[in-house]
C-alpha cells in the first residue's frame, strides 16, 4: 500500500473536548496509528520554556521545534533522552503551545514530523488542523465539540485524578482564552471544513462518542 492509500481520519476540535481519548480508542478498535498532534506542539512549548526562548523570537522558536526528535513507545514520550510524558501535560506548557501554534514557521516545522505518522493499516490524528491542513485528504473529517462548561468540568476532574491542585474558575478562563486563540489565529485556525462531520459530546458518554466515530466511518467506507 503506497502512502497515498493510507486511510486517515482526522479529529479536530477545541481544547479538552475529549479529542484524544477518543481517537486513541478508535484507533485501537480500528488497529489503526495514532497521531497526537497537540503532543508535538507542546513538545516545541516544553522546549522553548527549557531553553527559556522569547516566544515572541519566532525563528527561535521554529529552532526549537524542528529540533524535537520525540520518541513515542508504550505510551510514554521521550525527548533528549528525558521521559518528558507528565511535563508536557502542564497547563503553562498548554498555554505555551497554544502561543507558539499561532507562528507560521513553527507550523512548518512540525508539518513533515505529522505527514510521516500517515502509515498503513491507517491513521488515526487528532489536533485542530488535521482536515484543513495536515491531511485534507482524509476520508473521514471529525469536528468534536463540547461545551466550554463540560470541557473545564473534565479537564478539573483529570487534573485532580492525577494529584495536581486545580481550579475551576481559573480553568474555564484559560480553556477560553486558549479557543480564542486557537480559533482567531491566521494561519491553520480551528474551524470546521465544509465536509466535516461535527460532533458534540456534551451529554454523550465516551463509548457513545467512539460508536458515533465508527459508525460514520463504516458509513463513508460502504
Ligand atoms: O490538543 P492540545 O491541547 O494538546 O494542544 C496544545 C496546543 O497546541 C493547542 O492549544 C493548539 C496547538 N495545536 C495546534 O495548533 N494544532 C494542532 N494540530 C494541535 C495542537
Request: hydrophobic share 40%.
Amino acid at each position: 500500500m503506497s502512502q497515498e492509500q493510507v486511510e486517515v481520519i482526522a479529529i479536530d476540535g477545541p481544547t479538552a473536548s475529549g479529542k484524544g481519548t477518543i481517537a486513541g480508542i478508535v484507533a485501537q478498535r480500528l488497529g489503526y496509528h495514532y497521531l497526537d498532534s497537540g503532543a508535538l506542539y507542546r513538545l516545541a512549548a516544553l522546549t522553548c520554556l527549557d531553553r527559556q526562548v522569547d516566544l515572541l523570537d519566532e525563528a527561535a522558536c521554529a529552532k526549537a521545534a524542528s529540533d524535537i526528535e520525540p520518541i513515542f513507545r508504550d505510551g510514554r514520550i521521550e525527548l533528549f533522552g528525558r521521559d518528558v510524558t507528565e511535563a508536557i501535560r502542564a497547563e503553562i506548557v498548554g498555554i505555551t503551545a497554544s502561543k507558539i501554534a499561532t507562528l507560521p514557521s513553527v507550523r512548518q516545522a512540525l508539518f513533515d514530523l505529522q505527514r510521516r505518522a500517515k502509515k498503513a493499516p491507517g491513521l488515526v490524528a487528532d489536533g485542530r488542523d488535521m482536515a484543513s491542513v495536515v491531511f485534507p485528504d482524509a476520508r473521514l473529517k471529525v469536528f468534536l465539540t463540547a461545551s466550554a462548561e463540560s470541557r473545564a468540568e473534565r479537564r478539573y476532574r483529570q487534573l485532580i485524578q492525577k494529584g495536581i491542585s486545580a481550579n475551576l474558575t481559573s480553568l474555564t478562563e484559560d480553556l477560553a482564552e486558549r479557543d480564542r486563540r486557537d480559533r482567531e489565529r491566521k494561519t491553520a485556525p480551528l474551524v470546521p471544513m465544509p465536509d466535516s462531520r461535527i460532533l458534540d459530546s456534551s451529554n454523550l458518554t465516551i463509548e457513545e462518542t467512539v460508536e458515533t466515530v465508527l459508525s460514520w466511518w463504516r458509513e463513508v467506507n460502504q
